[in-house]
């Protein structure tokens, strides 16, 4: 669906830091700030390469109850005619798949993130949902500016992080994150359901500041559950394939949609990351 051009005008490109052995209580205290944190090198080139190989296994084989896989609407009709290799290149969510495959696990299951989330949490941490994000070379859709929070049946005021892990380079051709910094901190944002379950694109157009961030493949953004992100229309021929986990304090009670839609709008009872 076309969208003002505006929507994704970075003023400036995030630095990232280098690796996890960075997060000092600077760069802590910068994420309170500014709602996320952005890391070049998280993950190994191997790690990365078993993932990428995984989740070509993955969206080619039988797709077990719980698991979900979304095609972009390019796929349809054609689907079956496409190589595995070429199939992941027309997906545009897969959900709940980590546990099924020793790659993916890898990332899910990593000491040194699960650490740098429990840092910024203060405590133990509940990975509640993890999705791959495909975005596909040349119609890979935008997805609107939201709030995830607008999405969890958490109570407001839950502490959520988000971790975005790249699986290819992403730059903001590509779709690469962008940010309102320090967002977070203005509260939650009424939700409507438009292009998405999103904020509407007159908050985001009337606001200054907004940066992007992009990564080489192994790098990866933390960010706070409140923080205004959105990824503009993958217009380049690459691909642009990234892990997405979402984390809470163990123990987190859970709430319901309708106390979720009272907070960020009635518009959002049935509807996913
Ligand atoms: O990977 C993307 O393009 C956006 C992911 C995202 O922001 C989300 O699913 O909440």
């Known amino acids: 669906m076309p969208y003002d051009s505006g929507l994704y005008a970075p003023e400036a490109l995030i630095e990232p830091i280098g690796s996890f052995a960075d997060i000092t209580d600077s760069i802590r205290e910068q994420y309170r700030e500014l709602g996320f944190i952005s890391v070049a090198s998280a993950f190994s080139a191997d790690l990365v390469d078993a993932a ?4 070509v296994d993955l969206v080619n084989s039988e797709i077990p109850e719980g698991t979900q896989l979304q095609f972009e609407s390019e796929a349809k009709n054609i689907l079956d005619t496409l190589s595995p290799e070429d199939k992941q290149d027309y997906v545009r969510k897969f959900m709940w798949f980590s546990h099924l495959n020793q790659a993916t696990l890898n990332f899910m299951e990593n000491s040194e993130l ?11 941490c509940e990975m509640f949902q993890d999705m791959a994000l495909f975005k596909p070379p040349a119609f890979g859709r935008e997805k609107p500016w939201h709030q995830d929070h607008a999405y969890f049946n958490v109570p407001l005021g839950t502490k959520v992080v988000g971790v975005w892990i790249a699986l290819d380079a992403t730059f903001p051709e590509n779709g690469c994150m962008h940010f309102l910094p320090g967002g977070h901190k203005d509260g939650p944002l009424p939700h409507w359901n438009r292009r998405d379950w999103q904020i509407c694109d ?6 200054t500041g907004q ?6 493949a192994g790098g990866c953004l933390i960010f706070d559950g409140l923080t205004p992100h959105g990824t503009p229309k993958n ?11 979402h984390y809470v304090l163990k123990g987190t009670p859970r709430t319901t949609s309708e106390d979720r839609i009272a907070i960020f709008g ?6 996913s990351c």
């Open 52 to 55: 990428r190989t995984a989740l």
């Open 114 to 124: 699960i650490s740098v989330v429990e840092s910024l949490l203060g405590g133990e």
């Open 202 to 207: 007159a908050d985001v157009l009337g606001k």
């Open 211 to 216: 940066v992007a961030a992009p990564l080489p």
């Open 235 to 245: 217009t380049s021929n690459a691909r642009r394939r990234a892990l997405q986990y």
């Open 266 to 271: 009635d518009e959002g009872k049935n509807v």
